[in-house]
């Protein structure tokens, strides 16, 4: 089979044809995705919503229609991702362009206050605002310094002062920093290269696991250490054995 037949339009193509035209146009988002940068579907602004749908509606007819032509899904999925990267290097040079074309913060409540025209300008009501403040634990407007609207969609909060759990630097303490703890063993399976970082090896964690009772290092989940020494084990425990088995 030619390749103008197999990534061209086609009156017919058998089974393989389409697993290999969804092998290539997966590896071609993938690598889209990768150069337009990484972020989660939560935090998309809404035009970067649209240019992840619309891609995904050009990359599908290939995949189930003979017809439809791969080389030209690509070419227009190409085109489409060149023309938003432009349009994003040229919204970090123009301010203006950016407010054009892209959403900014807009301020819900100010000081307790409910600012409606920007309420309406959102297309939000009452109910929708009092929902996503609780699910920011902040039932009460009246605690509220600030809720602001991103433009990925999600609501920030800023509570009063005196509205906000109290922190270490408020009761004038000052706890030691744990740090991000270093994973030695997972699934089982020894982290050489953490283990080096603490200067310790293998005979240490069987000796450390073996002063907790944990006989193998296959019976461990998960093992890690942070700045303070302190030590967490998970293992699997012996009343789980026989749903392992």
Do not use: C
């Amino acid at each position: 089979m030619t390749l103008a037949r197999l990534f061209g339009a086609s009156t017919s193509l058998p089974l393989w044809a389409f697993s290999v035209r969804t092998a290539v146009i997966y590896l071609a988002l993938i690598l889209v995705t990768r150069l337009s940068g990484r972020r989660e579907v939560s935090t998309l602004d809404p035009y970067s919503f649209v240019v992840a749908v619309t891609v995904g509606s050009l990359a599908s007819p290939p995949l189930a229609d003979a017809g439809a032509s791969t080389f030209t899904a690509l070419a227009v999925i190409g085109a489409f991702y060149t023309l938003h990267l432009i349009l994003f290097f040229l919204e970090q040079s123009s301010p203006y362009l950016a407010k054009l074309v892209g959403d900014e913060p807009v301020v819900l409540v100010e000081n307790g206050k409910v600012v409606e025209d920007n309420l309406m300008k959102v297309h939000y009501n009452m109910d929708n605002l009092l929902m996503q403040l609780r699910l920011k634990n902040a039932p009460s407007l009246s605690d509220v310094e600030f809720a602001v609207l991103e433009p990925s969609g999600d609501l920030s909060v800023v509570l009063k002062s005196q509205a906000r759990p109290a922190t270490p630097a408020d009761l004038g303490l000052k706890p030691p920093e744990k740090g991000w703890p270093l994973t030695l063993i997972a699934d089982g399976q020894i982290n050489e290269e953490n283990l080096r970082m603490i200067g310790q090896g293998e005979q240490w964690v069987r000796d450390v696991l073996r002063a907790k009772g944990i006989p193998d290092l296959k019976d461990v989940l998960y093992m890690a250490i942070d700045r303070q020494q302190n030590i967490y084990v998970d293992y699997i425990r012996p009343s789980q054995f026989k749903y392992l088995k």
